[in-house]
């Protein structure tokens, strides 16, 4: 059982290249969602998805996309990425559709530099 | 609008002295509160809970709705509890709101 996974734990990418942060869990998980970590911000939810086929708008998702095709998998693209977009990225799951127990699972993190 | 307020971006405290990390909130409804963990070099964990009222590795955290607090503190400090500290919130079916964190220090 590894939980939540992301991949890769580190990139670095010029300005205006796009890349995908993979997330994966293996809990049967219906609620997923990505967040950024920046030092004095604190973690701000870019998007979030209840279930297959379905997505919604965080706290700052400009500049980013996300889908659910399946329950275990939910990619977040940077299309043409961004110096602002320099953060540390999280991947997190829990089982109920709502979050409201709180209990969010969370992956080890993604490490992008933009130049 | 949920949000959450730790205003305590640093705290050092020396070993054995009681620990107290702030945290406030501005929400309409009643809202659940949570602490989140993150140990040098290890994931985000969920601490504690409000709603479950117990104490892990020493821990507690009392919801104060007249305060609109949840401050979490520990009577004693340990050297491994030096850890970045977020408090956390959510308000009816809308997604975990994090404050900025707090990152404990604790000295020996």
């Known amino acids: 059982n590894a939980g939540v996974t992301q991949t890769p734990k580190f990139q670095v990418l010029k300005t205006g290249q796009s890349m995908t942060l993979q997330c994966a869990q293996d809990?049967?998980?219906?609620?997923m969602s990505w967040y950024r970590q920046d030092p004095g911000m604190g973690l701000r939810l870019i998007h979030y998805?209840?279930?297959?086929?379905?997505?919604d708008q965080g706290e700052v998702p400009n500049g980013y996309n996300v889908s659910r095709s399946t329950t275990e998998d939910f990619p977040l693209r940077l299309l043409s990425a961004a110096p602002s977009q320099t953060s540390v990225y999280f991947c997190?799951?829990?089982?109920?559709?709502?979050?409201?127990?709180?209990?969010?699972?969370f992956g080890e993190g993604s490490r992008l530099t933009v130049l | 609008a949920q949000r959450v307020t730790q205003p305590e971006k640093l705290l050092s405290v020396f070993k054995g002295a009681p620990v107290e990390l702030k945290c406030n909130y501005s929400?309409?409804?009643?809202?659940?509160l949570f602490w989140y963990v993150q140990y040098s070099r290890q994931r985000l964990q969920l601490l504690l809970r409000?709603?479950s009222r117990e104490s892990i590795k020493g821990f507690t955290a009392d919801l104060n709705k007249g305060e609109t607090s949840f401050h979490l503190k520990k009577p004693f400090a340990q050297e491994e509890d030096s850890a970045m500290y977020y408090c956390?919130?959510?308000?009816?079916?809308?997604?975990?709101?994090f404050g900025k964190g707090t990152r404990l220090s604790v000295i020996a």
């Open positions: 998805s209840v279930g297959a086929g379905i997505t």
């Open positions: 956390a919130l959510v308000g009816g079916n809308t997604p975990l709101v």
């Open positions: 997190a799951s829990s089982y109920p559709t709502s979050p409201s127990t709180g209990e969010l699972f």
């Open positions: 929400y309409s409804g009643s809202p659940e």
């Open positions: 809990m049967n998980h219906e609620y």
């Open positions: 409000h709603i």
